[in-house]
């Protein structure tokens, strides 16, 4: 009976259970659990090619989201409900009416507009075959009935025209010399989203008029086989769960596939270094003599050589991907300060009656060093080698935001370093930084508290009374 009490308490549910037995420990797996999760599902979702495309992949592939959007979440602190992109083809969408005759054709695009904040950017992709260049009446309605002729002929540059209505400073001026004349002047900047969206009564502060809207294309055409189509596109201010980036890009696309990389570096890391040190320092020990003092000289030059900016030159002058920035850490890393802390246990347990009675019986070194000591080491040092994780997770964020790090897959270092490049912070983009770096953050602690915990299991002094 005693016998496997023992062995459910040393066994994978009875180390969970002693772990879940302190609050750190619960808080740790929880975290933990969701970054795992997180992980598997990103991998089965996007897979690595597909990552790669979507976040190297040109503009044109990302042009229908809002650029710059914050998450949708942080309307929770604004107190309003803020714009979200509003889509409108006319292929697609049955409240888009599209009237076809001989000589014309109709395209008339509904939608309520029921936000507190105007929209960000308006932008029409025009889709046309045409043996003569067609024009195009566009028309904007307001909920209040009061309608705008934009454009009076507005002629095709190409089959796929793009139609940026914000960046139009024509239009601007012209509606803003209309209402100016029509209601006076006003207390506020005018762009062609406030034009467009905003009450004219009130001429303090830009107030926007919810409601239906209507946007109406009107083509001429000379041949029965001509067509149009059109997709309108009204950007919000906000975006999914991490918002976007400048390139339109969705960041959550890079949290997610930041996640599985931050776990399997860290813990490459940390497990390659952690047991290449214990081997190390065991063979120094149990030898001794010129074997231990060769590799203690060789672990005091190490600890000496500066090892961020040697690692920081590789990845400079070789432009390294992931795999090899892990391989180049441990070799930078194998002759550490734990080499000495680990051959002082080494030094005791070697004269220990049971390390003795298998040198007598005839052991071979090899099999006394992997079966008898360093078994004995791995319960002390395993909360270190957990502690340390966030060490690496951090390092290939930093090397990263360098620039240092792999340029092909997204990782939450080089979020941040976007986010820095174009000045994400001086221009309000707080999102940007913050999620990723909440996601180091939350990484950080789930092993902090997992590496404490054990450290407590292993050590009953450090145990709450």
């Not at 996007?46 to 790669?52: G, T």
């Not at 042009?63 to 602190?77: L, T």
């Not at 320092?281 to 590799?295: C, E, M, P, Q």
Request: charged share 20%; aromatic share 12%.
């Amino acid at each position: 009976m005693r016998r496997g009490k023992k062995s459910r308490e040393y066994g994978s549910e009875g180390i969970l259970r002693e772990i879940l037995s302190y609050k750190t420990g619960i808080i740790s797996v929880c975290i933990l659990s969701f970054l795992v999760l997180l992980s598997l599902y990103t991998l089965i979702t996007i897979p690595y090619s597909e990552a790669v495309r979507l976040w190297r992949g040109s503009e044109d592939m990302w042009i229908k989201n809002p650029r710059n959007a914050p998450p949708e979440w942080i309307e929770i602190f604004y107190g309003k409900k803020l714009p979200r992109t509003i889509l409108l083809s006319s292929t697609e969408d049955e409240d888009v009416v599209k009237v076809t005759t001989p000589n014309k054709i109709q395209i008339t695009y509904g939608f309520n507009y029921e936000y507190d904040d105007f929209p960000s950017e308006i932008i029409i992709f025009f889709n046309a075959s045409y043996n003569v260049l067609p024009s195009v009446n566009i028309t904007w309605v307001k909920p209040d009935g009061e309608s705008f002729l934009l454009y009076d002929a507005y002629m095709l540059r190409s089959p796929n025209d793009k139609l940026y209505l914000s960046n139009d400073l024509d239009l601007e001026t012209e509606l803003t010399k209309i209402l100016i004349q029509k209601y006076g002047s006003f207390d506020f900047s005018l762009t062609i989203e406030r034009l467009l969206f905003m009450s004219y009564d009130n001429r303090k502060t830009p107030t926007v008029i919810k409601g239906p809207y209507q946007l109406i294309l009107e083509v001429d055409h000379s041949s029965s086989s001509d067509d149009l189509d059109a997709e309108i596109v009204i950007y919000g201010r906000v975006y999914g769960l991490a918002g976007t980036d400048h390139l339109r890009r969705p960041i959550i696309i890079a949290i997610m596939w930041g996640t599985p990389v931050a776990l399997a570096f860290g813990l490459a890391a940390s497990l390659m270094i952690t047991l290449t040190q214990i081997i190390i320092a065991t063979i120094s020990g149990w030898y001794g003599g010129k074997v231990d003092s060769l590799l203690q000289r060789v672990t005091e030059v190490y600890m000496i050589l500066p090892f961020l900016p040697i690692l920081m030159m590789v990845s400079i002058l070789y432009s390294i991907d992931l795999l090899t920035l892990l391989i180049v850490i441990v070799i930078l890393s194998v002759f550490g300060p734990g080499v000495k802390s680990t051959r002082v246990m080494v030094m005791q347990i070697k004269s220990y009656p049971y390390v003795e009675a298998a040198r007598v019986y005839g052991a071979s070194n090899m099999r006394i060093i992997f079966l008898y000591i360093i078994p004995k080491i791995l319960p002390t040092v395993i909360p270190s080698l957990i502690s340390s994780v966030p060490e690496f997770v951090f390092l290939e964020a930093a090397l990263s935001f360098l620039g240092l790090g792999d340029p092909r897959i997204p990782t939450w270092g080089k979020i941040i370093n976007d986010a820095f490049s174009n000045g994400a912070l001086y221009k309000g983009y707080y999102y940007w930084v913050l999620v990723p770096s909440f996601m180091l953050i939350l990484t950080a602690l789930a092993f902090s508290f997992l590496g404490f915990t054990l450290d407590k299991i292993v050590n009953p002094r450090l145990k709450e009374q």
